[in-house]
């Protein structure tokens, strides 16, 4: 079924393959990559045995082979390569964030909606078969939301000698860790619940406000050792890690704790749901267990098991029970509900397309922007 499509991926770094493999897994044709420098391009099609390496995004633009454009690249170009993809007539499937500012986002949805194209953001989270479980009981018990509680920590960037692009505030954007990791909790939380953020209260906090980065350009998570002599100073302003309290439309509250710098947490996301029923669990470094509270009951071990989870989670379930999907997985999964959307063409709707759209991404950068205020001003801030 998606053998009609075929796809191309910008960006060589450390998401641009995961797009790769969830594509092809998925029976996606991956015609070819692109990256900074032809060179790269070429080590990638290697490294991936694909067929192309684009000289650059342009000359990728310009093939007419290409139905879809991935978007792995670093936050400062979505805005305009997503511009470039959608005036080049390809759906585009982007990482997040979906722009720098929620200005630029706000003109994307526009120009997306403005043509009969399937725009997504890779929020792929929201595809671990327990998290869309969590979606379908709480639709169905259509009870009382009391509070949401959780937190994304990391360690990968604990030392003031790990760097990376991300730390850089006109690369990445002026937060980092909520903007990085943090929009996947927020995604996550408002996909599963249908909560809406009216107001956050945030402290954010630079722990190395001095990093030494290598005289040369690493890829994330990379865990190579490096000489003093191979380093150099460089000033530090976006966040390591970030307190936020949030009011929900409705009367909900939330607590997130989001980190980047928080020892032998590899990618850890994990939040709580309480409700007038029950209490939702989930621990991303377990993501095939979902932990149910009752007060009246004994409390529920759920276990990823495609005979269990015959709804909505069931489509995106492909191995039996006891057989652990994972990261790579969500990734899949993701593309799936996203290239359903693409061969639906009009007939595909909010019911059964369930990856994040543009409207998703701006609504992420709007709360960026109020978080960033709320700790500039240190008070609450209503959106």
Not at 44 to 57: E, G, K, P, V
Not at 125 to 152: C, D, H, Q, W
Not at 193 to 208: I, R
Request: glycine content about 8%; proline content about 3%; overall charge negative.
């Amino acid at each position: 079924m998606y053998s009609s499509i075929t796809a191309g991926v910008a960006g060589t770094g450390f998401i641009g393959p995961v797009h790769v493999e969830g594509l092809r897994r998925l029976g996606v044709r991956v015609k070819g990559i692109s990256s900074a420098t032809l060179a790269l391009a070429e080590e990638a099609c290697q490294q991936l045995n694909l067929a192309h390496a684009y000289a650059n995004f342009e000359e990728m633009l310009e093939d007419d082979e290409l139905n879809v454009i991935h978007l792995a690249v670093p936050n400062v170009l979505h805005y305009p390569m997503v511009k470039q993809v959608l005036a080049a007539g390809k759906h585009v499937m982007c990482e997040k964030p979906l722009a720098m500012t929620s200005e630029q986002g706000k003109e994307l949805v526009k120009l997306a909606a403005a043509t009969n194209l399937k725009a997504g953001v890779n929020y792929n989270l929201r595809f671990y078969p327990m998290n869309l479980e969590v979606k379908e009981r709480l639709a169905k018990e259509g009870t009382r939301i009391f509070s949401v509680v959780g937190g994304y920590q990391q360690d990968w960037l604990l030392y003031d000698t790990d760097y990376n692009w991300r730390v850089l505030a006109d690369q990445g954007g002026a937060l980092r860790a909520v903007s990085d990791i943090g929009t996947h909790w927020l995604d996550l939380v408002h996909f599963t619940t249908g909560l809406e953020v009216e107001a956050v209260l945030a402290d954010l906090t630079t722990v190395h406000t001095t990093r030494r980065r290598p005289k040369g350009e690493v890829s994330s998570f990379n865990n190579e050792k490096l000489r003093d002599e191979d380093l150099e100073s460089i000033p530090v302003t976006t966040d390591d890690c970030a307190s936020i309290l949030l009011k929900f439309k409705g009367g909900a509250r939330g607590q997130l704790f989001v980190t980047q710098v928080s020892a032998g947490h590899k990618n850890r996301l994990t939040y709580d749901i309480a409700t007038q029923n029950a209490a939702y669990e989930f621990n991303s470094e377990r993501p095939n267990e979902l932990l149910i509270g009752r007060r009246d009951a004994p409390s529920e071990f759920l276990q990823k098991d495609p005979a269990l989870l015959t709804g909505l989670a069931g489509p995106y379930v492909n191995y039996p029970g006891g057989h652990n999907e994972g990261f790579p997985d969500t990734f899949k999964q993701c593309f799936r509900s996203f290239y359903n959307a693409i061969l639906a063409g009009d007939a595909a709707t909010d019911e059964n397309t369930h990856y994040a759209s543009f409207e998703d991404g701006y609504r992420e950068l709007v709360i960026c922007d109020a978080i960033l205020k709320s700790h500039a001003e240190q008070g609450w801030v209503y959106l």
